[in-house]
């Protein structure tokens, strides 16, 4: 996926829990009213009455992907819109919410954005349509990111973003470090790496970042958000483990052995280029990406695990991914949850997203294909890159939740955590800032806020 949206820097304001009853589900003549199952005689009536759905997404030339639902339901077609990307189409998604017209059938929408809408009563449970029996197909943890607290399923999941660590083999070698396993081990390359040579740093955490924050707060076991019911949410972004991140993080930032640059700019892309960086902490969309964006530097990249903070078990988190989503006030909520659930279970469309659009999949099956984790591109030295990043999907941490006002907690992260880490102050002491600023936005907006 393109990677801007994986930023989580948004804008469009969350909607309070006093308009929550205004968005809900009222004009949804097709919708199943309980998680009772359909009869596949309603199904199958559904799906051959001619139909036209419109379906959101921001993927690119995606057309294959929907030709193949529309061979086999030739009754239906599929309207394809790119409303924008990320949180454009959100912003546009909630307005046409509030105005009761204007929304699409399906939509795309990442894991960390289900909250933002499931809380609004805007999106489909898709039990009641077979999405349940699908569960197995996917990858464990996904299905927990789509899933509601009473078993509803939200959405259907389409790709992922398991965190890993991309090196500068040669970098490595030259200076005699070795591909470190442990935080420990990584803060103490860090020093001899920049000691050696000042010019380079083995990582940049960008302040301007928190998409990736997240996914190291997801690896180290952090519980930020944790929704009880509708209007109720514990907000602890400076829980011990986050502390501890804060703390490994704000330390090394202190140091200098590490930068802090914002990332996807031009200095950003010029210091992969010219070596600036000897690592990047990403996600499985990232290699692909800077193949494209280091060209300079082909041949020298390899993949590895993140770092771990307890060796003896292998913990990452996740960075971005995106799902298909049915909007509860569809007049075709049939045929828009099969759509959903045939775009991302068929294994024809989950090859040619991983393969057309280069798309990290979120099915077991390919992720154990050979075909897909055999690759074997030359700017990482031959090294089967799909397969390092599909054995470190199997180790993302399945309990970590996002809260329903995302963009917000990415903009107080800026100010806070990732104003600490560039002003190289003190990011532990940020972290109740951010703390202190969730919670005031979070009570503003109606919700009872709890911290453990």
């Known amino acids: 996926m393109s990677r801007r949206r994986f930023l989580g820097v948004a804008g469009g304001a969350v909607l309070g829990t006093a308009a929550l009853a205004a968005c809900g589900s009222s004009g949804t003549p097709a919708a199943a009213s309980s998680a009772s199952a359909l009869s596949q005689s309603d199904i199958d009536g ?5 139909t036209t759905l419109t379906f959101w997404t921001w993927v690119s030339d995606i057309s294959e992907e929907v030709a193949l639902f529309e061979k086999k339901y030739p009754a239906i077609k599929v309207n394809v819109v790119n409303a924008g990307q990320g949180s454009a189409q959100y ?3 909630r307005t046409a919410l509030q105005a009761g017209s204007g929304a699409p059938d399906v939509c795309q929408i990442e894991y960390q954005y289900i909250p933002t809408f499931t809380i609004t009563d805007s999106l489909l449970d898709l039990r009641p349509y077979g999405a349940s029996a699908l569960r197995g197909k996917f990858v464990d943890w996904t299905w927990g990111q789509v899933s509601g607290p009473n078993g509803e399923v939200f959405a259907i999941p ?11 083999a040669d970098i490595f070698e030259a200076h005699g470090i070795s591909v470190p396993t442990t935080w420990d081990e990584f803060a103490t390359a860090a020093h001899k790496l920049h000691a050696a040579d000042p010019s380079v740093y083995l990582t940049n955490i960008s302040a301007n970042e928190p998409a990736g924050w997240h996914g190291l707060l997801w690896q180290a076991n952090a519980k ?6 509708s209007s109720t949410i514990t907000v602890n972004v400076d829980d011990a483990a986050s502390q501890k991140v804060a703390s490994y993080w704000g330390e090394l930032a202190q140091a200098g052995v590490i930068s802090t640059d914002p990332d996807f700019t031009d200095s950003w892309y010029t210091g992969f280029n010219q070596g600036k960086y000897a690592t990047w902490l990403t996600a499985a969309w990232g290699p692909l990406f800077l193949s494209g964006s280091a060209q300079a530097t082909s041949g020298k990249w390899r993949a590895a695990p993140l770092p771990q903070w307890d060796s003896s078990s292998q913990v990452s988190g996740n960075w971005g991914g995106s799902t298909t989503a049915v909007i509860k006030s569809t007049p075709n909520a049939i045929a828009a949850a099969q759509f959903a659930q045939f775009l991302n279970s068929d294994p024809d469309c989950a090859s040619l997203f991983a393969s057309k659009q280069f798309l990290f999949p979120s099915t077991k099956a390919l992720l154990a294909d050979a075909g897909f984790t055999g690759q074997a591109p030359a700017f990482y030295g031959g090294q089967q890159v799909n397969e390092v990043f599909a054995k470190i999907s199997d180790t993302v941490n399945p309990t970590f939740q996002w809260p329903p006002f995302l963009d917000q907690v990415a903009t107080d992260w800026t100010n806070t955590v990732g104003k600490a880490l560039a002003d190289k102050t003190d990011a532990v002491a940020a972290l109740g ?7 005031s936005y979070a009570q503003n907006q109606g919700f009872t806020v709890h911290t453990s």
């Not at 930020?224 to 019911?229: C, F, K, Q, S």
């Open 46 to 50: 559904a799906m051959s009455k001619p």
């Open 433 to 439: 800032q951010w703390q202190s600023q969730i919670t």
């Open 158 to 168: 389409q790709d992922t973003g398991p965190m890993g660590m991309l090196y500068r």
């Open 224 to 229: 930020p958000y944790v929704m009880t019911d």
């Open 91 to 93: 912003t546009k998604l």
